[in-house]
């Protein structure tokens, strides 16, 4: 079993976390951290990577937890995301495949930033074919494999766009993406990035 926090289109890494490990807990009492990928996914486009943040209300207490996080409505950026997804996979391979499965991500409105990301989870997991047990979290535990009868691999901090942690069971590997000759290739982005280039083959990368 692994513990993973809530991420927004996580990156590739994360999903191969819920590929190989048949029962997943995401956790959704932990203190919302701004600048991970609880709100933000990283993309290729034609000028470098881009950062896709969702921008979220202020709490009525600091920190908040996950859980009770609200999706803000400014600057328009479901507009702008959505803009972004078709200019910098607009050329790949798969892109006009899946996106009448993504688009309503940016259609529809949520209240709660998790129940986004959950929602976002079970569609790439069923795009990408793999079917993990998903389970919530009920409460924070700061060491679950210390309270659990079978040991619980807990990545819930380990995955970060900014400081990531060793990850001896995942090594990037490359695979076709769209401005490889301009940029080389960008390893862990989203899971997007993966599913536009790779389509169905997706899921022997995660494998």
């Known amino acids: 079993m692994v513990i993973l926090a809530s991420t927004y289109f996580g990156p590739v890494q994360w999903y191969q976390k819920l590929c190989r490990h048949g029962d997943v807990l995401i956790e959704r009492y932990d203190h919302f951290m701004k ?20 921008p979220v209300e202020k709490g009525d207490t600091s920190p908040s937890l996950m859980k009770d996080i609200r999706i803000s409505d400014h600057g328009n950026w479901r507009h702008l995301h959505w803009q972004a997804l078709q200019s910098a996979y607009g050329e790949s391979p798969f892109f006009e495949f899946y996106a009448d499965d993504i688009r309503p991500f940016f259609e529809k409105k949520w209240t709660f930033l998790f129940d986004f990301n959950l929602d976002i989870t079970a569609k790439m997991c069923e795009l990408l074919d793999i079917e993990p047990h998903i389970s919530l979290t009920s409460n924070y535990t700061p060491s679950p494999t210390a309270q659990q009868s079978s040991p619980i691999a807990d990545l819930r901090d380990a995955i970060h766009p900014k ?5 001896s069971d995942f090594t990037p590997r490359r695979y076709y993406q769209v401005y490889e000759q301009r940029h080389g290739f960008q390893p862990n982005l989203s899971i997007l990035d993966l599913l536009f280039n790779m389509g169905n083959e997706s899921v022997l990368y995660l494998q």
Do not use: F, S, W
Request: charged residues 10%; glycine residues 4%; aromatic residues 4%.
């Open 35 to 54: 600048q991970t990928y609880r709100n933000r996914c990283i993309i290729a486009a034609a000028n470098g990577l881009q950062a896709l943040t969702v």
């Open 163 to 167: 400081h990531p942690q060793p990850d």
